[in-house]
């Protein structure tokens, strides 16, 4: 279901960085999934409701962090040293449950995407 709005998205170089930010309402568990088209989504990060836990796919830990500020309504994922290969449209997501989540399906609100596209 659309029901968020992402931002940040464009182009960088191999080794850059970029912030991706995600507008939402209301206290939920957040995260951040990656697609390339005709995929699957990818899980790419998630935090929970509280925002005390957080969870990062093996490829990108130490690389990018999820961040909320529920006073902004907003979630972030900052990307750091960004490879060629993550060059994808990135998706953010909610849930009204208050675990951590890292499973595309279960969660129920998306944006419609923000397209991060890694030169080499």
């Known amino acids: 279901q659309v029901g968020l709005v992402e931002s940040g998205g464009g182009l960088v170089q191999a080794g850059a960085s970029l912030r991706l930010s995600c507008a939402t309402s209301?206290?939920?568990?957040m995260g951040w999934f990656r697609q390339t088209p005709g995929k699957d989504y990818e899980f790419v990060a998630a935090i929970n409701w509280v925002g005390d836990i957080t969870t990062y796919s093996d490829s990108v830990k130490g690389r990018f962090t999820i961040s909320r500020d529920d006073a902004k309504n907003t979630q972030y994922l900052q990307m750091n040293n960004l490879k060629p290969e993550e060059a994808d449209v990135y998706y953010c997501a909610a849930s009204p449950r208050e675990t951590v989540i890292h499973v595309w399906d279960e969660y129920d609100y998306w944006g419609r995407g923000t397209q991060v596209t890694v030169s080499s």
């Open positions: 209301g206290r939920t568990s």
